[in-house]
């Protein structure tokens, strides 16, 4: 059975704030891994792809533990913008298919 | 910028009616898919295509079908609704196929079942 985990939180933090979301995924033959951003009410949008040397864009900084099976996102500097629903999505193979499998996401709430 | 485009932003339908949900997308994408997601559960794939006339299963198909006649056009089904079926339903497309594409989201239609 494929499963993404995440923390639900609601994660409360000020503005200005470092906070770091993680993810673990149970296939070990998982190929891709990316996370998406939710706002409320709207739809997922990419964030980032997560690479295994980990990669940064701006405030946002993503990294991969293939031998733990283990996704982290950490954003610096918190925006109030930030606020939302960060999902983390892992690529799966399954007769001959690759689909992505959500995890039900991490709640952040940036506050002033 | 690529747009993916569903017929309706709220349904209301009655137990047993048939239900089609309408995705268009306009930039020529060949994987099509439809999720649900609902609280506490998070997204579920129902169905995929990856060609015209082509289906495949996803996580939670029961109670579902699907319709690939065009490339651009991609349509859920539920035969006979049930309100276990109200749901916010997300259509969402792709180009490549090898797992490391980029999904474009439809921005969702809400499905009541009364």
């Known amino acids: 059975r494929k499963e993404v985990e995440q923390d639900p939180g609601p994660f409360n933090v000020p503005e200005g704030a470092t906070v770091a979301f993680n993810c673990t995924y149970s296939?070990?033959?998982?190929?891709?891994f990316f996370w998406y951003r939710q706002d409320c009410r709207k739809e997922p949008k990419l964030l980032m792809s997560?690479?295994?040397s980990g990669n940064e864009d701006g405030r946002f900084t993503a990294q991969l533990n293939r031998a733990s099976q283990y996704i982290s996102l950490l954003i610096r500097d918190s925006k109030l913008s930030d606020s939302a629903t960060y999902l983390c999505?892992?690529?799966?193979?399954?007769?001959?298919?690759?689909?992505?499998?959500f995890g039900k996401g991490t709640m952040l709430l940036v506050s002033p | 910028d690529v747009k993916v485009t569903q017929s309706s932003r709220y349904l209301v339908k009655r137990t047993g009616e048939k239900v089609f949900l309408e995705c268009v997308q306009d930039m020529d994408h060949e994987n099509m898919f439809w999720y649900r997601q609902d609280p506490g559960l998070g997204l579920r794939l129902i169905y995929f295509?990856?060609?015209?006339?082509?289906?495949e299963k996803g996580d939670i198909p029961e109670g579902y079908s699907v319709s690939r006649e065009k490339k651009e056009r991609f349509s859920l089904i539920l035969e006979s609704a049930s309100t276990n079926q109200t749901s916010m339903y997300l259509c969402?497309?792709?180009?490549?196929?090898?797992?490391?594409?980029?999904?474009?989201f439809g921005s969702g239609t809400q499905l009541s079942v009364l």
């Open positions: 997560v690479y295994s």
């Open positions: 969402a497309s792709s180009v490549s196929g090898l797992g490391d594409e980029k999904l474009f």
């Open positions: 295509s990856y060609d015209v006339k082509m289906k």
């Open positions: 296939n070990s033959a998982s190929q891709s």
């Open positions: 999505v892992v690529n799966e193979k399954d007769s001959g298919y690759s689909t992505l499998t």
